[in-house]
């Protein structure tokens, strides 16, 4: 991948790291205003969601390492 793709996948990367974890923060403001049967699904919903934006950010953290590393595979 160049450089230039490089940047533009952590870019867009960033940004879905950003906005989901506001979405699942928005989502669990929600939670008391909905009717109380259908909380623990809306806990639940809220929790795969949060998981969901922590893979990101590890895959986010993962591809920023591989993007700074030296490419000494290269060299070989």
């Not at 699942?24 to 909380?39: G, N, S, W």
Request: proline content about 4%; glycine content about 2%.
């Amino acid at each position: 991948m160049s450089a230039t793709g490089d940047a533009e996948f952590l870019r867009l990367l960033k940004k879905d790291v950003d906005y989901f974890t506001n979405a699942v923060e928005h989502f669990e403001d929600l939670i008391p205003q909905v009717c109380a049967p259908i909380q623990d699904q809306w806990r639940l919903q809220a929790q795969s969601r949060r998981n969901f934006a922590l893979e990101l950010e590890i895959l986010l953290e993962k591809a920023e390492e591989c993007v700074n590393t030296p490419l000494a595979g290269k060299r070989n």
